[in-house]
């Protein structure tokens, strides 16, 4: 029955089925899940002395008299039904009166509901909604429906109650009779009636607890499953021991407390004898990478292997530089990544395979079926969002359960991590090294243009070198941006005494690498690029960002954009370029301008765009979330990720009906997700 097509319904014709369609309702089951975008309450009736003004309200009035009048402009009829409650007179007008006029009796009273228009004594409603006064079922509270242009909203009222009535009776419950008496939940066939037909606001909220729970609850939980780390798996403990110690003291900075807090929480995972499964949620340069390296330093020191993967050949070399500074020839490192030849790549596999290579640093060509390691203790994934968990479940695989490590400088906001990661174990690096000076962010309008080339030119001629970030490769004939192509030719003729280079993601990656390296250099003084140096690119010498048309960009990658700065002693700058904000855009530009954290700019984006956009949910495949919003149901979601370690809990004891529905979700899991 729940799959059946919506024409089987009295009253949906094939006309009205085809526009119901397009707002995805083709089956019962699609309208028992549509819920309502909001709610109107008719049910207090008001004095038109106490109602505000432009402000929709019930009203009770008697017709005192009906006329017609035709509008000059368009010549249409419209009616005018003089009214009056208790001590006011008042107008209701309509523009369709052939269909309503019949309704209408003077002397008879009726309620009337919509916005109201205050006139000193006198007031007026423009086709209000209305039913006689005897007709009690006015008063309720009624659902609001997403809608397209022929349909209207009476027509899907009716629609959804009757599939719900039809269908409700007979849902079956979908969460275990455990998780319903943990989280204290009304069943799911009393949910979904009174999602549709609200008695009350306390019915309401009660439904609505229990639909938004089981989201949070049901997505936590499949995506647990979906990984696979419902239980830890057993591993080599690996042991602090004195060079570890030695290493730290000589750093030459001092670690900060959050990365000294991180480093506790791993040393414990690793000498825990279970697989470690950390993510390292790190603002822009706050320091992951000697993290990582201190991980891999245990490894090494237990004797076992180590791998570093990174989502770029650039910042994978960045790393494997990074390496051989801090511990010379003492271990063997070697780099995989699609620039090395296959006569290296041949030797080098076979070196990792007997043992003699200790740390493997590279790309995606770590993932190499051939790729085989002898003692695998370490896998760490730089900048994790840009792999998928099957690409990295491949390199933890390798392995006898090799300790897992994730990095991540995207700032995802809180709430969002605890789904994405509610699996894993969370370390957070939210504190800047000593000496880094906040980044002084602003917007730039077109007339004040001038006065940054100014600036511009000063930091240039002070040695330091300076980004310019374009949406588009090329200019395009549909959008009016400025391209890296066109702003690469304006910039030679402004700055014609300094090196200008330019990179984009249509370049092959040995040339992108070449610029880059000049860049690094200090050869090339500007850089014109798109959207490529958004990640880990350490060019301490460049000290100012310009972004522009940076209303084309979302808050969490202007923020990595401007992290490409503000990496070395010297202040840095970040310019903000646009010459048209939209309301949404303007928030985010006022967020960047009064924000550094990249945690607090997560978070805004989660309030600025919702849960369905920000990043993680869409590129992770996550289904949509009807009801539940990530910003403001962060009670529920902590509520249900408690329960969710519970019903784990239980499974691994051997809990039948925890076993029974784990099973049943893993059937759903490949349908639902695209991980």
């Known amino acids: 029955m729940f799959n059946m097509p919506l024409n089987n319904l009295k009253g949906i014709g094939d006309k009205k089925a085809a526009k119901l369609k397009k707002i995805g309702l083709s089956t019962y089951r699609d309208?028992?899940?549509?819920?309502?975008?909001?709610?109107?309450?008719?049910?207090?009736?008001?004095?038109?002395?106490?109602?505000?003004?432009?402000?929709?309200?019930?009203?009770?009035?008697?017709?005192?008299?009906?006329?017609?009048?035709?509008?000059?402009?368009?010549?249409?009829?419209?009616?005018?039904?003089?009214?009056?409650d208790s001590f006011h007179h008042g107008e209701i007008v309509f523009f369709s009166p052939q269909y309503i006029q019949s309704f209408f009796k003077t002397n008879e009273l009726y309620y009337f509901f919509g916005k109201i228009e205050k006139m000193g004594a006198l007031f007026k409603m423009m086709h209000p909604e209305y039913a006689r006064a005897d007709d009690k079922l006015f008063l309720s509270i009624l659902p609001v429906y997403a809608s397209t242009l022929g349909l209207y909203q009476s027509d899907l009222v009716r629609l959804h109650q009757q599939v719900a009535g039809l269908l409700s009776p007979i849902v079956e419950e979908t969460l275990p009779m455990s998780v319903t008496a943990l989280g204290k939940l009304c069943t799911l066939q009393d949910a979904l009636y009174q999602i549709h037909h609200p008695k009350d606001e306390q019915t309401l909220k009660v439904a609505r607890y229990r639909l938004i729970y089981e989201e949070l609850f049901t997505l936590q939980l499949k995506l647990i499953v979906?990984?696979?780390?419902?239980?830890?798996?057993?591993?080599?403990?690996?042991?602090?021991?004195?060079?570890?110690?030695?290493?730290?003291?000589?750093?030459?900075?001092?670690?900060?407390?959050?990365?000294?807090?991180?480093?506790?929480?791993?040393?414990?995972?690793?000498?825990?004898?279970?697989?470690?499964?950390?993510?390292?949620?790190?603002?822009?340069?706050?320091?992951?990478?000697?993290?990582?390296?201190?991980?891999?330093?245990?490894?090494?020191?237990?004797?076992?292997?180590?791998?570093?993967?990174?989502?770029?050949?650039i910042l994978a070399r960045q790393h494997y530089e990074s390496f051989k500074q801090y511990f010379g020839e003492k271990y063997k490192v070697e780099i995989l990544d699609s620039g090395v030849s296959a006569k290296e790549k041949k030797r080098v596999k076979a070196d990792i395979e007997l043992g003699t290579v200790d740390v493997v640093i590279g790309t995606h060509a770590v993932l190499e079926e051939d790729v085989l390691f002898k003692a695998l203790g370490v896998v760490i994934t730089d900048e994790q969002h840009r792999f998928g968990v099957r690409q990295r479940t491949i390199v933890s695989q390798k392995g006898d359960n090799p300790h897992v490590l994730i990095m991540?400088?995207?700032?995802?906001?809180?709430?969002?991590?605890?789904?994405?990661?509610?699996?894993?174990?969370?370390?957070?690096?939210?504190?800047?090294?000593?000496?880094?000076?906040?980044?002084?962010?602003?917007?730039?309008?077109p007339s004040k243009l001038e006065e940054m080339y100014v600036f511009i030119r000063e930091k240039l001629e002070a040695s330091r070198q300076v980004y310019f970030v374009c949406p588009l490769v090329e200019d395009s004939e549909t959008l009016d941006l400025t391209s890296a192509t066109a702003h690469y030719e304006a910039l030679k003729e402004r700055f014609h005494d300094f090196n200008v280079g330019i990179v984009h993601g249509k370049m092959k990656t040995k040339e992108k690498d070449l610029i880059m390296e000049s860049f690094k250099r200090n050869e090339i003084n500007i850089l014109v690029s798109t959207t490529v140096i958004e990640v880990g690119i350490n060019v301490p010498n460049a000290s100012v960002m310009v972004i522009l048309n940076s209303e084309r960009f979302g808050l969490s990658q202007l923020h990595q954009l401007r992290g490409r700065v503000g990496r070395g002693d010297e202040q840095s700058y970040c310019?903000?370029?646009?010459?048209?904000?939209?309301?949404?855009?303007?928030?985010?530009?006022?967020?960047?301008?009064?924000?550094?954290?990249?945690?607090?700019?997560?978070?805004?984006?989660?309030?600025?765009?919702?849960?369905?956009?920000?990043?993680?949910?869409?590129?992770?495949?996550?289904?949509?979330?009807?009801?539940?919003?990530?910003?403001?149901?962060?009670?529920?979601?902590?509520?249900?990720?408690?329960?969710?370690?519970?019903?784990?809990?239980?499974?691994?004891?051997?809990?039948?009906?925890?076993?029974?529905?784990?099973?049943?979700?893993?059937?759903?899991?490949?349908?639902?997700?695209?991980?």
């Open 31 to 84: 309208v028992l899940y549509d819920f309502p975008v909001r709610y109107i309450d008719r049910r207090k009736i008001v004095n038109i002395s106490e109602a505000p003004d432009q402000v929709h309200v019930t009203i009770r009035a008697k017709v005192l008299s009906i006329r017609f009048k035709v509008v000059n402009k368009s010549k249409k009829e419209i009616m005018i039904l003089e009214v009056m």
């Open 226 to 313: 979906l990984k696979n780390n419902y239980h830890r798996a057993k591993a080599d403990r690996l042991e602090m021991d004195q060079e570890v110690s030695d290493f730290m003291t000589h750093l030459p900075f001092k670690l900060t407390n959050a990365q000294v807090k991180a480093f506790e929480d791993i040393k414990v995972d690793l000498k825990s004898g279970n697989s470690m499964n950390r993510l390292i949620q790190g603002d822009v340069g706050s320091g992951k990478t000697i993290l990582a390296f201190l991980t891999l330093l245990m490894a090494l020191r237990n004797q076992k292997q180590g791998v570093l993967m990174a989502p770029t050949a």
């Open 408 to 445: 991540s400088a995207t700032p995802i906001p809180r709430t969002l991590s605890l789904i994405l990661y509610g699996d894993m174990d969370v370390s957070i690096v939210d504190e800047m090294p000593a000496g880094r000076k906040p980044i002084k962010t602003h917007f730039v309008r």
């Open 575 to 675: 310019f903000l370029l646009s010459e048209k904000l939209s309301k949404d855009a303007k928030a985010r530009i006022e967020t960047m301008v009064n924000e550094t954290s990249g945690f607090e700019i997560a978070d805004k984006d989660l309030e600025l765009r919702g849960s369905g956009e920000v990043f993680g949910v869409r590129q992770h495949g996550l289904p949509e979330l009807k009801l539940a919003d990530l910003s403001k149901h962060k009670k529920i979601l902590l509520e249900a990720q408690k329960h969710v370690k519970i019903v784990i809990a239980e499974y691994q004891l051997g809990n039948t009906e925890m076993i029974q529905y784990i099973d049943k979700l893993r059937l759903e899991i490949n349908e639902t997700f695209t991980l």
